[in-house]
């Protein structure tokens, strides 16, 4: 079963999808990584992620940058219509690297890296470089999460935030004063809280009016959030 283990860097502690406090791997039951095309983060966040991770898939015009910067990657995936085309025959050092074309116009490529893992067997996928740069890619990368949440375990990370789906009935462990926001994607009803110091009570919580946005943990201890309809995801960000 997925659950929640904690990473420490740079005195923050990123917790992400994991599925093993042993870490005895099992076939696709540790979490895939995806880099997005987006603003990269600090390259020490990223080899501690990668040090859990047994598959990199890169999307389409990522590539060039994670080569430059030296990563390992096991899928290049996309519909490739990104231009600065690398001919990876030419790189006998990348020839374990699969090619993926995936043409469907009606997906982005990250729900095409989602989709791909899912049809893989993956359970869980640590998502980076999804965030800044080009903000309609920004803005769809996060809204994508609500679209799979039933389907695989995701989470957006970057190097100051992870963002990640709440499921209808939530607890979890935090530091007093973790900054939190439960952020609606259209809408969320039903909305119960306990443990944050502006707690909510049976609310409805709806773009663009009326969110909980930098909320923050009370005391040291457990959380719970609970939601009846829609969807609502979660927001750990620091400074």
């Known amino acids: 079963m997925v659950h929640v283990e904690t990473l420490q860097f740079r005195d923050k502690y990123l917790k ?3 599925v093993s406090s042993h870490h005895i791997v099992r076939d ?6 995806i880099i997005a095309n987006g603003e990269s983060c600090d390259l020490g966040l990223l080899g501690d992620l ?3 991770t047994p598959y990199t898939v890169v999307l389409d015009g ?3 940058r994670v080569l430059e910067a030296g990563i390992r990657c096991d899928v290049w995936l996309g ?5 600065d085309e690398i001919n990876l025959q030419e790189h006998p050092h990348l020839s374990h690297i699969q090619k993926v074309h995936i043409e469907n116009q009606d997906l982005t490529d990250l729900q095409k ?3 791909y893992l899912i049809q893989e067997g993956f359970t869980g996928v640590n998502i980076v470089w999804a965030t800044g740069k080009r903000q309609d890619h920004h803005v769809n990368n996060i809204l994508t999460l609500s679209k799979y949440s039933e389907r695989i375990s995701l989470n957006i990370i970057d190097d100051y935030s992870r963002i990640y789906p709440c499921p209808n009935l939530y607890k979890k462990w935090y530091q007093k004063g973790t900054s939190i926001s439960l952020i ?3 809408e969320a009803t039903g909305v119960n809280t306990k443990n944050l110091r502006w707690n909510l ?9 009326f969110t909980s946005s930098s909320n923050e943990v009370l005391e040291d201890g457990f959380v719970e959030i609970s939601f009846k309809d829609g969807h609502l995801l979660v927001m750990e960000c620091w400074d």
């Open 184 to 186: 609606p994607v259209g």
């Open 28 to 33: 696709n039951q540790e979490p895939a990584l």
């Open 62 to 64: 990522a590539m060039k």
């Open 79 to 83: 519909d490739f219509d990104s231009g």
């Open 50 to 52: 990668m040090e859990w």
């Open 16 to 18: 992400f999808v994991t």
């Open 113 to 115: 890296g989602i989709e």
């Open 201 to 209: 009570s049976n609310e409805r919580l709806f773009l663009p009016n």
